[in-house]
């Protein structure tokens, strides 16, 4: 089992950056592939973007393809999301998930593929 904790939101304005971080607790990080989601008020949780267990491969959404990157450190059990040229439609609470997998990321576009969830970081983006 994993415990995954967020941080690294706020507010920003258009056109900034953030970074998020998701840290996770246990001896098997490298086991997991791990994703990033995001959800704003009144609209269903969305796919950002994926990483698969040995980091080899990333996977985005269209929708932040270009502008975020997804990047882990396994050594200090953390992933993280790089948030280039924020939209004030980047604006959601974001989270972060975990599954144990040895698929490739563009597999981890679902949800409910994952076993584990952060409890969130809020991201403002402020025109």
């Known amino acids: 089992q994993v415990q995954l904790v967020e941080s690294g939101g706020g507010l920003v304005q258009a056109g900034g950056s953030l970074r998020l971080s998701c840290a996770a607790s246990g001896r098997t990080f490298s086991s997991y592939a791990m994703g990033w989601f995001r959800q704003a008020p009144g609209k269903e949780r969305e796919f950002v973007g994926s990483i698969s267990w040995s980091g080899v491969t990333a996977y985005y959404a269209d929708s932040v393809k270009g502008r975020f990157t997804i990047s882990r450190d396994n050594a200090k059990n953390t992933v993280y999301l790089q948030m280039l040229s924020l939209k004030p439609e980047d604006t959601a609470v974001y989270y972060c998930?975990?599954?144990?997998?040895?698929?490739?990321?563009?597999?981890?576009?679902?949800?409910?593929?994952?076993?584990?969830w952060g409890q969130g970081t809020q991201v403002t983006v402020s025109s």
């Open positions: 998930a975990a599954v144990v997998s040895r698929r490739t990321a563009n597999y981890l576009r679902d949800s409910v593929a994952y076993d584990y």
